[in-house]
Each structure stands twice: as C-alpha cells, then as structure tokens.
C-alpha cells in the first residue's frame, strides 16, 4: 500500500496545564494537599490536583461566559499589509472580503486558491495564516469538512453491469439530508474518549453525535464512484462534521462576539484565552469525528461494491493546523487556517473532486517557491461560479441530465443548485496551482449520490 502522508504533525511542546493554578486552589480548598500523589494501579503516581482539572475546567468556562466580550483590538503595525497571493482569477469582491479578513489580528500572510469565491466571513479557497491566535469564523461552519479517496483492488469491467444496482443500494444504506442518523449505528473509540468531550465543553451533545456519525447530508456532499487509467474502482466522499461542528462553531463564534454573514469581521481569538483554548478543543474533536465518518461511509461503501482497499488519501479542508513557515525570510510556528482549501505540503497528497459528472484528481504538493507562497495550500475542488439560487434560476433540469448522460454518469439525488454548469472546470483550476502541486491520478466519476432536493439539511456548508 502506497503510504500517505495525511495532516502535518504538530511539534511537540510541553506546555503546563492552563487549569493548573485554579485545580491546585480547589484542591487547597478541598482540605487537600494538591501535591499528594494518588496510586494508580499499572500506571504513574498522580498528583491530588490533576482529579480537580475537570471542575477547574468547568469554573474557567462559567466565568467566560459571564465575562462580557472583549472588543476587537485594532491590529497591530506588524501586521499590517501582510501579503496576499492569489491564485486564478477571481472578483473584486472575493479580494476585497480576503483583504478586510487579513486587517484584523495577528496575521502574518494569505492566500487565495484558485477555486475562491466569496464566503461567510472569510472567502472559500482562503487561507491565513496567524501568530498565536486563530480564527473561528475562517474555520467556519462545518468544521472538519473534507475529502476522503480509496482505491480498490476491483476494476470497473467486473462491476459495469451492476453500477446502477450498486447507486441505488449506496442512497437505501448511506443517509442524506436534514438532521439524518445512521439506522445501522457507528461506534468509535471517540465516543469514549471523555476528557476531550469536556475540554471541548460539548458533552451534551455525545448521544447527538453517535447517531449522527456516518451521515453524508446535503448541499455539495457526496459518495462518488470513480475509475482510474489503470481501469480501478476508487471511492470518492466529501462532507464534514456534521452538527457537532455546526453547533460548536455556532456557539464558540457567539461566545466571542463574532457574527454570522458574509461581510462581517472575522471572529480571530488567542490561543491561549478560555475561549481560544475550548474552541481548540471543540475544532479537533469535530476534526476526530469528521474523519471517522468518512472513513465509516467508505468501509460502508467498499462492502457494497466488494473488494479490498489497496490505497487511500485523506484530508480536511475546513481546517485550523499548527504549522511553521518561513514568511519575510523568518521561521515562524503559526495557525494555518485553510477554509475550502487542500494542505499540501512537498509529498503530501490530497483528493480534489471536480462538479457532479466532472473529472477528480489525487494530487501531491511539491517544494517549490510557489508552493511556499501558497502556505502549502491548494484548491479543494473546482469553486463555483453560481450561487444556489442563481443556479435554479439559470439552468434547467433537462440541461444537467444533458451533461451527466453525455459523461456517462449515473446520478442518485442531487439538485441544480449543484449542477456541473455551476461550477468552474477542475482543469482550469489546477492549471492556475501547476507549480505547486502535480496531478497524480485523474479519477472518471460514473456514479454519484447525493441527497435529493426533498432533502433539506441544515448543517451544509
């Protein structure tokens, strides 16, 4: 199996606990010394205070959101005028919401990918970069949205004649659309995984999640079936977390004052405030759990369809990373927000999809000057060109099923709001990023679910 270099790790820093001070108090309080070790059978001595953290947690919180928000502050000269590089071309508009972003805190530099185009606060295809704080409302949304490719060791002319069989099993299996739940259910070790429910202060929302996990929803999310040159099946899905991220983002973005529109300023909060350090927290739990239900709907899928996965590539693309990059010739370790685009890092590889009907690719970043330019960043797919309701308004029914028949694509569910026509064309997009990544593979959809336009869900993108 191919390896794949997936998320850049982290460095490695051993910081004191935030909680540490106010743990070791309640501890005092407690008429206990914070220092004395407790036995732990198989395991390290620990000390008193550490069995305090979750309630020293719990105070932090309370106090919060209590305190009234603090104003944005004005940014600081360091900042100022960071560079921006764009990519493809785009409109004034999508260039002048990036600029108004990169005018609030700490930021060190941008991007935007050739598939941009206008977003909730901060464009899609955009990318920035921040000293010690990080950018709820950049992130976005649906936290952890991304794209997952796998492929089998079963070739297209063994499974032809079954295709359409194979689609319409897909739709009764996988559930699309509003507030969906898996009638099959999911488990996953992240559901056990106590502490980081409580450092994210999402809890109440664990049974919510079970249910949810392994649902694909509605909007430009997808399970598409593909074949490469060599003539292999590979499984292509894009969606993210699904509520859990929808209501962390919603309250975490409320908790510091941000709003929600497309032209509004970005809700930017340190790393190490209360709220910077939950809402951390709440990003990589969604981050958990969007990759493990993709990798559920995949497995899913791949037991339809029969076989084995002999290679596999994975990434997010609503996304916060800790990263270092060199900016003005100076090394710095920095949030990388990346919302709609792909990290790219030399030798990394990332699964862009084109519209319903349109070619996908595998790519792999490569060390170039660009690409450094790019934050190691690149599109995540082919950016529209019309909006939702344009798009209704602009096509017609007849006029869809015109392009995918031409393309040979089976459909299940969809809507015009995701029409091909709708969208750029991936080729041209990834020509406007040719010295910063290369194409690997180029994938042919012949099969697409989605959800139907009955089918409302309100955690897309």
């Known amino acids: 199996m191919t390896k794949t270099r997936d998320i850049p790790k982290e460095p490695k820093m051993r910081r004191p606990d935030p909680y540490q001070d106010r743990a070791r108090l309640l501890a005092t ?9 407790i036995d732990r059978p198989g395991a390290r001595p620990l000390p008193t205070w550490c069995t305090f953290l979750d309630a020293a947690r719990d105070v932090a919180l309370a106090q919060a959101r209590q305190e009234p928000v603090a104003p944005i502050a004005p940014q600081s000269a360091q900042f100022a005028n960071s560079p921006l590089k764009v990519f493809g071309q785009h409109d004034q508009k999508t260039i002048d919401q990036m600029r108004a972003c990169m005018e609030v805190g700490n ?7 050739a598939d941009g185009h206008l977003g909730y606060a901060q464009p899609v295809g955009g990318v920035i970069a921040y000293e010690k704080q990080i950018s709820i409302s950049g992130v976005g949304f649906d936290i952890g949205c991304g794209n997952m490719a796998v492929r089998l060791d079963t070739r297209y002319d063994d499974i032809r004649e079954n295709a359409a069989t194979i689609l319409q099993d897909i739709r009764k299996v996988i559930s699309f659309g509003i507030g969906r739940t898996n009638a099959e259910g999911a488990e996953h070790a992240l559901f056990d995984d106590g502490d980081a429910w409580r450092a994210s202060d999402m809890e109440a929302y664990r049974q919510k999640a ?21 003539g292999f099946v590979w499984i292509g899905v894009h969606f993210g977390s699904r509520g859990l991220g929808h209501t962390s983002a919603t309250r975490y973005l409320k908790a510091a004052g941000g709003k929600d ?3 509004v300023a970005p809700a930017v909060v340190d790393e190490d405030s209360e709220i910077g350090r939950r809402y951390i927290a709440a990003m990589q739990l969604a981050g958990r759990y969007s990759y493990a239900g993709r990798e559920w709907v995949v497995d899913r899928v791949r037991q339809i369809i029969g076989g084995e996965i002999t290679d596999r590539v994975h990434n997010h693309h609503n996304y916060a990373w800790r990263e270092k990059h060199v900016v003005g010739g100076v090394e710095r370790d920095l949030w990388v927000v990346r919302k709609g685009a792909t990290p790219a890092f030399p030798g990394q590889r990332g699964f862009v999809g084109g519209s319903m ?3 996908c690719v595998i790519l792999e970043g490569v060390d170039s000057e660009e690409a450094k ?15 939702r309701m344009q798009a209704k308004r602009t096509f017609t029914q007849a006029q869809m099923d015109a392009w995918l028949q031409e393309r040979g694509v089976l459909l299940a569910g969809g809507d015009l709001d995701e029409s ?19 194409v690997l593979h180029t994938l042919r959809p012949f099969a697409v ?13």
């Open 29 to 37: 309080a407690a008429g206990l010394d914070p220092d004395a070790k």
């Open 373 to 387: 330019a790019a934050l190691y960043s690149t599109v995540h797919g082919a950016g529209r060109l019309f909006g």
């Open 357 to 359: 009907g349109d070619d």
């Open 210 to 230: 079970v249910g949810q996990l392994g649902t694909v929803g509605s909007g430009n999310h997808y399970v598409d079936l593909l074949t490469d040159q060599a």
């Open 261 to 263: 529109g497309m032209n």
């Open 420 to 438: 091909p026509m709708a969208y750029r064309r991936l080729p041209e997009v990834l020509a406007a990023h040719g010295g910063s990544v290369k």
């Open 449 to 461: 679910a989605m959800a139907g336009s009955a089918e409302f869900d309100p955690w897309k993108d």
């Open 107 to 113: 930021c060190v530099a941008g991007v935007i990918c």
